[in-house]
């Protein structure tokens, strides 16, 4: 039990997309059958524990993807809900697309096409390069190599970027907790080799019919090939050759999502509270102006543009990983 309670630590249970794509389980507050809205696929979903009867503490559920159906089971158990959007996700919906050149066609312009092709035609006639997508076998050996140079690179993009990234302090859970889903095919690492040395991982989370992208990073010295772009063209390529309907690149807008993705949606936030307690109601209340600020500030590019929480505790925030070894913690 001790070991279950550590390896959800560093993620409240109550954001639900984590707790979807890490964990295949979903808060008591909700239907087992959730529906793909997209496709009109359907995923059915373990209780993530047994409900527990309201208190006058709200519970917040973060991080719902609006592409989900997911249904609100009614009755006195769950109290009341207030619902607030909160910032955006990008995704590559591939439902209307035959194959890789047509969803290129349809999304990139002729320059960037032509751009990503000779920048992938000069990463390879410049260097042996391989791709592995690992997908329900690896061996443990292999798998520790590579998330330990996972770490270095991802902990090298992030100081050249002076951001800091909550991940790193938490690879020791990612790496007890990958291998075996990827055995189970829950999840997978795609890996770019020069040779025999990885130069661009992601850490995918699978679920039915789609793929969400999770973490992503290159080595640095390849940054000249715009390793991001050939990393998604050969994501493309995967997911048209195993029947995948959408790529989920997640929260947050940037110019690479926005030049890769064709379709935008909203994370919404539910506050599930007791109406019949006072304080349960101011709480509240408080908690839906705090979040309902927030995003104006996001709609007002305050937040997540003029001002970057990751960029500004970069200094400050750093100091946890100068002397952290993964491995050891």
């Not at 560093?10 to 008591?28: D, G, K, T």
């Not at 989900?68 to 158990?77: N, Y």
């Not at 194959?99 to 990463?123: E, V």
């Not at 109601?281 to 001002?307: A, E, H, P, V, W």
């Amino acid at each position: 039990m001790n070991k279950i309670k550590s390896l959800i630590k560093p993620y409240s249970s109550n954001a639900l997309v984590f707790e979807l794509f890490l964990q295949n389980r979903i808060h008591p507050f909700y239907a087992t059958q959730i529906i793909n809205i997209l496709t009109n696929n359907k995923l059915n979903i373990d209780h993530s524990e047994t409900i527990k009867t309201m208190v006058n503490k709200p519970t917040v559920i973060a991080d719902i993807p609006d592409y989900l159906d997911v249904e609100i089971i009614a009755g006195t158990d769950t109290g009341k809900v207030k619902k607030i959007r909160q910032y955006k996700g990008f995704l590559m919906d591939l439902t209307n697309s035959a194959d890789t050149n047509d969803y290129l066609l349809n999304q990139l312009s002729k320059r960037n096409r032509k751009n990503l092709f000779s920048k992938l035609r000069k990463l390879e006639n410049d260097h042996q390069i391989t791709y592995k997508m690992y997908f329900g076998d690896i061996s443990k050996e292999h798998y520790d190599f590579l998330f330990d140079v996972f770490y270095k690179l991802f902990d090298r993009r992030f100081k050249e970027k002076k951001i800091y990234n909550k991940n790193l302090i938490n690879w020791k859970y990612y790496h007890e907790l990958i291998y075996p889903m990827i055995l189970d095919k829950k999840a997978s690492l795609y890996v770019i080799y020069d040779q025999d040395k990885p130069i661009d991982i992601t850490l995918n989370f699978h679920l039915g019919d789609i793929v969400f992208s999770f973490m992503h990073t290159y080595d640095i010295d390849y940054a000249n090939f715009n390793m991001g772009d050939i990393s998604m063209l050969k994501h493309l390529d995967w997911c048209f050759e195993n029947q995948i309907a959408i790529y989920d690149l997640s929260i947050g807008e940037t110019g690479q999502k926005i030049k890769w993705c064709n379709y935008s949606y909203d994370f919404k936030y539910h506050i599930f509270y007791n109406p019949k307690s006072v304080s349960s109601r101011l709480s509240t209340q408080i908690i839906y102006l705090k979040l309902k600020l927030k995003q104006f500030l996001r709609d007002k590019n305050i937040i997540g543009k003029l001002f970057q929480y990751d960029k500004f505790f970069y200094k400050r925030r750093i100091k946890k990983l100068q002397n952290y070894d993964w491995k050891e913690s």
